[in-house]
């Protein structure tokens, strides 16, 4: 039987609904979350997926702020910025997209933005909330992760789940989020010996390797729910000359075959991203202001 496919299209759009209902219920109280984005640099990547962002905060209803400096910009001046923001009450979430030019130092950046409005939970003290399991902004594509697979499965709690990728970005906070959900964790990486045979035993398996299509029905326990967070473009001579594809960390055809669930590449995690980016952008501004968080959109 083949794999019920998950829709992370149609589930980001349900998170989108539920930050909306949220945030007509802040603006009743006379508070509109706003949303921060710094961009350094022409990286046309970046600007596409910074311009999806500021659409989508302000279709949610809150107020989208986006800063674009001059890739010469010194680091002094992006951090005076983020100094600004965080003292800015209109302002309840900063990020600073990734990468930014050599010249700046990301750690420094990353960790200059106030732990309460680091909606992209990359500063070491969220980190560190997280990883010992105490409330924390969460990164947003394990979040991501973390509700397709609540959605999927009654309760996590036993569950064998195997993490293939130890990136501070996804791998790390993706098992750190199973862990606190009683998942038995095991993140696997380029070293892990016998790596096929780990994987063939996860209930949940979590493709974060940056590996094009690595992860074969072979390597899936017949059943299992899979999560494949790679976004890799390669060559589509197919479709003509010179043109590419987009394909996850997983073989889809032949994983799916064996799989009880599966998300797609692309339209499985990558929506998700953007939706909890909003997600963590309310669930701050109610932090910063004192009142209940937004039922089903954290950690």
């Known amino acids: 039987m083949a794999a019920e496919i998950i829709d992370g299209k149609a589930f980001a759009a349900t998170v989108r609904e539920k930050v909306a209902a949220h945030v007509a219920q802040l603006k009743a109280q006379g508070i509109t979350p706003g949303l921060a984005v710094i961009l350094v640099g022409e990286d046309p990547a970046s600007e596409v997926y910074v311009r999806n962002k500021g659409k989508q905060t302000l279709e949610v209803g809150m107020n989208s702020f986006e800063h674009k400096l001059p890739a010469d910009t010194s680091e002094a001046e992006v951090l005076a910025l983020i100094e600004r923001l965080n003292a ?8 600073c997209q990734l ?3 050599d010249h700046i130092d990301e750690a420094k950046v990353t960790n200059a933005i106030a732990p309460e409005k680091d909606v992209d939970g990359f500063h070491i003290s969220n980190v560190g909330l997280l990883a010992t399991g105490q409330k924390s902004m969460v990164p947003c ?11 999927r499965h009654s309760s996590l709690s036993g569950l064998n789940a195997v993490v293939v990728g130890r990136s501070n970005i996804v791998g790390k906070p ?8 009683s998942c038995t ?5 380029s070293r892990t010996r ?7 035993q996860a209930d949940i398996l979590v493709a974060a390797v940056g590996r094009p299509e690595m992860i074969t029905g072979e390597w899936v326990k017949p059943g299992a729910t899979v999560i494949d967070v790679g976004i890799n473009r390669i060559p589509a001579p197919e479709r003509g ?3 590419m594809r987009l394909v996850g960390d997983v073989d889809f055809a032949s994983a799916s075959a064996v799989a009880g669930a599966i998300t797609p590449v692309p339209g499985g995690v990558g929506p998700m991203t953007i939706a909890c980016l909003l997600a963590n952008t309310v669930t701050a501004c109610s ?6 968080e937004p039922e089903g959109l954290t950690a």
């Open 241 to 243: 000359e010179g043109k």
């Open 99 to 101: 990468p930014v030019p």
């Open 185 to 189: 964790v095991t993140i696997a990486h």
């Open 174 to 181: 993706m098992a750190a989020l199973l862990l606190k959900d």
């Open 287 to 292: 932090r910063i202001n004192g009142l209940e």
């Open 141 to 151: 594509t394990p979040l991501g992760c973390l509700m397709m697979l609540r959605e």
């Open 88 to 95: 800015d009450p209109a302002v309840h979430g900063i990020l």
């Open 194 to 200: 016998d790596i096929e045979a780990l994987c063939r």
